[in-house]
């Protein structure tokens, strides 16, 4: 169900719920084509740490304001997963290759 079928949910909330998402999604393509550049250049992974500590904060702030959504959503009686919907899943890089490249 699309976000903007909630007609009790004010406008603004739907709004921060698009926008968050939005920066989740667009996290998911930068990672891909971080890893394509890998597959590409050979770099063992260079380029996807490079590109998750350049997003890394935008998607723990999405994260953490759709946690704020979520916990206002229950209190007031609305589904929250309803209301938010399916997130995106990101596959962040392993720690070990963080290590290795930092």
Known sequence: MSTTQHINVPQF????IDRQKTILQEAIEQLENARNADRRFGSGGRYLV???????DDVR?????????????????VDPDNLIGELPMIDAPSAELIDEWC
């Open 50 to 56: 490079e590109t998750w500590h350049k997003i890394a």
């Open 61 to 77: 702030e999405a994260r953490e304001q759709l946690e704020e959504v979520r916990e206002s959503a229950k209190m007031e009686g």
């Open 13 to 16: 909330v739907l709004d921060i």
